[in-house]
């Protein structure tokens, strides 16, 4: 799947002394739980099953990195710079492809063996390496041969290659062997809890593991839908009007089976607009859900309305999240 660059690599870590891992920076230039999130994390099932290094199921089968996205394209959009996250020598690169969202099987074809799409491979010391995949196309800064430095920009989060949303695959290697950088170790103890990894001390201190998650919400005066969502058409704050619908949506990450995804909207005086509690059938790594109404005879009243999300799991909250508008 990860094809970029790896005649370079393979040919450059053969020839280099093992030594220390490297100590790795945040490589998105966004903030962990709250401008980006951790979609997946590196596959720890050796077998056809897959578990991330809590046990979870925050990866798929064969996952060779981490996956930290953007909310929707929109934040795309407006560029958000992926950075070195060690200083290294730059082995490969590509630029080019267009960033589109994969959904068509012509779409998978299209791009057969450029998977990782536009990015950039990072040699480090003792045959370490990094690889960062699916960057925004004529965002790549560094040319082959350059040398950066640990925090330099490498270019912008994109959505090209084999990606269904906006994100930087990020994969670590010692020699042919991928490591996960929340455990190194290939035993997997199942702990939520970070304690030996290649991460800063900085980055695991605003790391905490939740992969159930909503990412992105808000209000709109008509239908949203999971395309739109996605492609940041109702990103921003929707200008409500008394006599258009009133829709509320969210964009959940990594639901389980049987998790209630939960959205309602209430008007002054608390009052129920609408309501909506979709049960997941069965995993989703992303869900959109959505409640709303279409305005009333003589308008809706004017006042403060505030919509409410959450994913239920059980019965108990594992995310939420609620945000308030008015209509004058």
Not at 22 to 51: E, M, R, T
Not at 317 to 325: A, D, F, G, L, Y
Request: glycine content about 12%.
């Amino acid at each position: 799947m990860r094809a970029i660059l790896a005649g370079v690599f393979y040919a450059c870590w053969a020839a280099v002394a093992q030594a220390a891992p490297p100590s790795l920076s945040w490589p998105v230039d966004c903030v962990l739980g709250q401008s980006c999130f951790i979609q997946q994390f590196v596959d720890h099932d050796p077998g056809k099953g897959a578990a991330d290094f809590a046990c979870g199921g925050a990866t798929y089968d064969g996952h060779k990195g981490t996956d930290i996205r953007l909310p929707t394209a929109a934040e795309m959009r407006k560029g958000v710079q992926v950075l070195a996250a060690a200083s290294g020598r730059v082995v490969g690169l590509r630029d080019g492809m267009a960033d589109h969202r994969l959904q068509t099987a012509k779409d998978r074809a299209a791009i057969a063996g450029r998977e990782c799409g536009n990015g950039v491979g990072l040699m480090h010391e003792g045959g370490w390496r990094t690889q960062y995949c699916h960057m925004k196309r004529g965002s790549i800064r560094p040319k082959k041969g350059d040398w950066v430095k640990q925090g330099t920009p490498l270019g912008e989060v994109g959505l090209s290659g084999n990606t269904q949303f906006p994100h930087v695959h990020l994969s670590v290697y010692q020699g042919k062997e991928i490591v996960d950088p929340f455990q190194p170790e290939k035993v997997n103890n199942c702990s939520e809890k970070v304690t030996e990894s290649l991460w800063e001390p900085a980055v695991l201190a605003r790391f905490s593991y939740q992969p159930s998650k909503i990412v992105a919400l808000g209000f709109a005066t008509k239908s949203v839908d999971f395309s739109g969502v996605m492609d940041g058409e109702f990103a921003g704050k929707a200008v409500l009007s008394a006599d258009k619908p009133l829709v509320a949506y969210g964009l959940g990450i990594n639901l389980k089976k049987g998790d209630v995804f939960r959205i309602s909207i209430t008007g002054p005086m608390g009052k129920l607009v609408q309501s909506n509690s979709p049960k997941m059938p069965r995993n989703k790594a992303q869900w959109i859900s959505f409640a709303g109404k279409k305005a009333p005879s003589g308008g809706w009243p004017k006042g403060a309305y505030e919509m409410h999300v959450s994913i239920l799991r059980s019965g108990i909250p594992v995310s939420e999240i609620s945000n308030k508008t008015f209509i004058n």
